[in-house]
């Protein structure tokens, strides 16, 4: 069983259009991040979340930690082919020096 | 600076043989971990050293052993490769930058057991 489960695990879309990714648990984490994963490549951090509630803007990207640090989300305005790619998400449990990767949620932007 | 460098890149086994995944950052990292990355499974974590001279279990070390050979280099050493160890193999460090362990990631190793 997955400690982090991403909904959708796939999208495709638009250009243009709006969209939000999920990354759900059952357990609270301490810390929850974000990367993007282009094909042939090694994942890249997107951004940080730490305090439950917390809102972070990135550009055209908005990600939310839960109130009460067990889910997030990532939302995507007005999306670009750019943002084509695998978004996963990373939690770390208190006191722990490892992350538990989420499912991952693979993103196709149309032109 | 070149963060985090694997190699080789691609590779292609028998069942049975052995290899030796490199990995090498040069970002002064305290912590290094090893990755595989499956379809549907995201990244789930082979081994782990949060400093130089430890190593710790992950998720799914069966079949794998590690070397902390300093604290530039981690390697990671299938000493029988099988089949359902085909898969994309990632090398990341993390810094202990507060306490959230941000990971920087490696290019990959494609690796194919027949």
């Known amino acids: 069983t997955q400690l982090l489960e991403q909904s959708p695990q796939f999208l495709s879309i638009q250009e243009g259009e709006n969209l939000t990714v999920y990354c759900n648990s059952s357990?609270?984490?301490?810390?929850l991040q974000w990367y993007r994963q282009e094909p042939g490549e090694g994942p890249v951090l997107l951004v940080t979340?730490?305090?439950?509630?917390e809102v972070k803007k990135l550009k055209r990207l908005t990600f939310q930690f839960g109130d009460a640090r067990k889910d997030s989300s990532l939302h995507i305005t007005a999306a670009q082919p750019g943002d084509t790619g695998l978004y996963l998400c990373?939690?770390?449990?208190?006191?722990?020096?490892?992350?538990?990767f989420g499912t991952g949620t693979r993103l196709t932007v149309i032109p | 600076n070149a963060g985090v460098t694997q190699t080789p890149k691609f590779q292609v086994l028998k069942t049975g043989q052995s290899m030796t995944l490199q990995c090498a950052q040069d970002?002064?990292?305290?912590?290094m971990y090893w990755y595989r990355q499956d379809p549907g499974m995201g990244l789930r974590l082979i081994y782990y050293s949060a400093s130089e001279g430890t190593t710790d279990k992950g998720e799914v070390p069966n079949g794998y052993n590690v070397s902390r050979l300093n604290k530039r280099e981690f390697s990671l050493r299938l000493e029988s490769a099988a089949p359902s160890q085909t898969s994309v193999y990632f090398c990341?460090?993390?810094?202990?930058?507060?306490?959230?362990?941000?990971?920087?990631f490696g290019p990959g190793t494609r690796l194919t057991v027949t």
């Open positions: 990373a939690g770390r449990q208190t006191g722990a020096n490892n992350l538990f």
């Open positions: 979340v730490v305090t439950g509630g």
């Open positions: 990341a460090s993390s810094a202990r930058q507060g306490s959230n362990y941000e990971q920087y």
């Open positions: 357990s609270v984490f301490s810390s």
């Open positions: 970002m002064n990292h305290n912590s």
